[in-house]
């Protein structure tokens, strides 16, 4: 009999087929033909959809939400979207073309190219490549902000060899996918969704859930006409015809608002990083269409300085301090961009307009190293939630384009845009703001995960050591019953027969019996996650049929070491009852949870003494209560009060203050 083992894909397989759909990515986001902005950068207009036109915008909905439910399956994703992406390209290279099946397929090609990558990411961070799966992450933001610079100032030129290009660039990434299709043929559970969790849990389906009807939010939106939202806003319908920027913004804050409830649902690490991530996509738009106007004229280099700048953010993204080196990049890019606003006299044109090359080219590579870093940054932190796809897919989408349209309302003069492409250029500030904010937010959100993965590793090394105690205590368990408790057992039965002396050694072994069946229970003082005890646990232990223990039903919890320091005074105190109060005494010991501290009273119905008894007590040298007792709980900063009257018992009160 054979045994068939399919080996698991390694690390750079996948990452070569991630890099593969990065190439789909650049040329979705580079077209051939465009009046303006490349569209990974531009600002969307109003989608108010006509006639038939809402199957166009259905195409890419339904693709979204496809790709959202396939995402183990992120191969053939890649492959769909490179298929999708041929007929466009062969049109242009070719006179054989049907424009409305090229925008069809494109428009379904660009979501599962994006989902396809981040999907690939997803699996390499949960299978132990932080590196390349961060580095990925970066590169699917890098890819499409260098697919904007291969646009550069579409008004200004086309390039015709961009589509050779793009076919070249669907080749090679066809030719890196497809070998990935066959390995990953049965599905990579590592990249749907949460890697503890299986089949469609609450915890992936929510992620579904947020993600694609976020992208569904176009349709009731393109609803919203002009006189809808004149008559929503009680203003003259006409008013917004002439200001558009004004109704834009407005549907960028419906947009905005519904995306971060849908983001909520997905859960709170996505909600932060698909904002981090979305604001830094806003902030870079500005400087981007500086820096590719600036270097219209010179197409290399200003592929070349896209290429730089996704290099080193991806760089950035795959060491082990990617938050700190994203954060550092947003702060690098937001000094540049203020640096360009001052040299130019708060007329940042100027460089556009001189074709200042250095200037632009190191905006350039600093503004895209930070988009691609700060993305790629998140990438780790999303990935134990399996939120990757989902967060800086659809959601980061959704808030970017609506926080493009809230930010335009602010590039006005006197109350009105300027008539020019460059008019995000003269208000260049902004963006500089937002980098700081997405560096600010980045920062973080990395402080947030590194305190909870420290509080998760000292809570799973917590439940290592009590797993390892219970089974040392099973081990000990056995032969302790067989032997030592026998033997307590029998001592206790029969020491009463043998007099004075042996009815005091039954009840000696009556207690020790209980103590240690006690601490064969696990019931003693176990530490709790983070250096904390439950006094109730220990105390309790203390008790036997001599010695009663009352404490409240719920745990009373105080730091390991002050939980050990007042149980050794008490259990200090209940020797002192059994050397001194005499013959069949009784001991009481109450805990009590207060706001400020706690307290532990012991009582005995002993013989008591004459309270000056102490003073001399300590003056012979017998320090037993000033160091056992006082001393121990002075250190605490608490205090100890003893009352005792001959014949009428003694109570020893210890009170210990909170920790703060």
Avoid at 368 to 386: C, F, M, S, Y
Wanted: hydrophobic share 50%.
């Amino acid at each position: 009999m054979i045994d068939t083992v399919i080996e698991e894909p390694r690390w750079w397989q996948e990452a070569l087929a991630g890099l593969g759909g990065c190439l789909l990515l650049t040329v979705a986001t580079s077209p051939e033909y465009t009046q303006g902005l490349a569209p990974f950068i531009e600002t969307p207009g109003r989608s108010e959809l006509h006639g038939t036109g809402w199957v166009l915008a259905l195409i890419p909905i339904v693709a979204t939400v496809a790709g959202l439910c396939l995402l183990r399956w992120w191969p053939y994703l890649l492959a769909a979207a490179g298929l999708l992406s041929a007929p466009s390209v062969w049109g242009q290279l070719t006179t054989v073309s049907h424009p409305a099946l090229g925008t069809f397929a494109q428009s379904a090609a660009y979501p599962l190219a994006v989902l396809g990558v981040l999907a690939c990411a997803q699996s390499l961070l949960s299978r132990g490549s932080p590196r390349a799966g961060a580095a990925l992450v970066g590169l699917a933001t890098g890819s499409r902000l260098f697919g904007s610079a291969m646009v550069g100032p579409g008004w200004w030129s086309s390039d015709p060899s961009r589509p050779a290009w793009h076919a070249g660039m669907i080749a090679v990434a066809l030719a890196v996918v497809v070998p990935a299709v066959w390995r990953i043929r049965r599905g990579d559970r590592a990249a749907a969704g949460p890697p503890d969790t299986s089949g469609w849990a609450w915890q992936r389906l929510r992620l579904v859930i947020a993600a694609g009807l976020a992208v569904c939010l176009v349709l009731p939106l393109s609803l919203l006409t002009t006189e809808r939202l004149a008559a929503l806003l009680n203003v003259d319908w006409s008013a917004l015809y002439r200001h558009q920027t004004a109704a834009i913004a407005v549907t960028g804050v419906i947009t905005l608002v519904l995306a971060i409830g849908l983001a909520a649902v997905a859960g709170l690490w996505p909600l932060a990083a698909a904002l981090t991530v979305a604001t830094v996509q806003v902030a870079v738009a500005a400087p981007l269409i500086l820096a590719f106007t600036a270097l219209g004229a010179t197409d290399p280099v200003r592929w070349l300085g896209a290429i730089a700048g996704a290099a080193l953010g991806a760089v950035a993204a795959s060491s082990r301090w990617r938050v700190a080196a994203a954060a550092t990049l947003a702060l690098g890019a937001a000094t540049a961009v203020f640096i360009a606003y001052a040299a130019t006299t708060g007329h940042p044109e100027k460089l556009a307009e001189q074709q200042r090359v250095v200037p632009a080219v190191l905006l350039l590579v600093l503004v895209t190293a930070a988009g691609t870093a700060v993305a790629g940054a998140t990438g780790p932190i999303l990935a134990r939630r399996g939120a990757v796809p989902a967060a800086l897919g659809p959601l980061v989408g959704v808030l970017a384009a609506s926080g493009l349209q809230i930010v335009e309302v602010t590039y006005l003069r006197d109350g009105l845009p300027v008539s020019s492409y460059l008019n995000p250029v003269f208000h260049l500030t902004t963006s500089a703001v937002l980098l700081l904010v997405a560096g600010a937010g980045l920062s973080g959100l990395g402080l947030a995960h590194h305190i909870a993965e420290r509080w998760a590793e000292r809570k799973r090394a917590e439940l290592i050591r009590q797993e390892a105690a219970a089974a040392e205590r099973d081990r000990l368990a056995r032969p302790i019953h067989d032997g030592v408790l026998q033997v307590l057992a029998l001592v206790q039965r029969q020491g009463s027969q043998l007099g004075e002396g042996g009815s005091q050694l039954a009840r000696l072994a009556g207690e020790q019996e209980v103590a240690l069946r006690h601490l064969l229970s696990g019931g003693v003082g176990m530490a709790r996650p983070g250096g904390d005890a439950d006094l109730c646990t220990s105390l309790s232990a203390l008790g036997s049929p001599m010695i009663e223990v009352s404490t409240p039903a719920q745990p009373v919890v105080l730091p390991s070491g002050p939980a050990a320091e007042l149980t050794a005074a008490v259990q200090a105190a209940l020797d002192n009852v059994r050397r001194h109060a005499g013959p069949g005494s009784r001991a009481w010991v109450l805990l009590e949870d207060e706001d400020n501290g706690v307290r532990v009273t012991v009582r005995d119905d002993g013989v008591g003494f004459e309270p000056q008894r102490l003073t001399e007590a300590a003056r012979a040298g017998r320090l037993g209560v000033a160091q056992s007792m006082r001393g121990r709980i002075a250190d605490l900063g608490g205090t100890t009060t003893i009352h005792s009257q001959p014949e009428e018992g003694t109570e020893v009160e210890f009170w210990v203050p909170r920790p703060r």
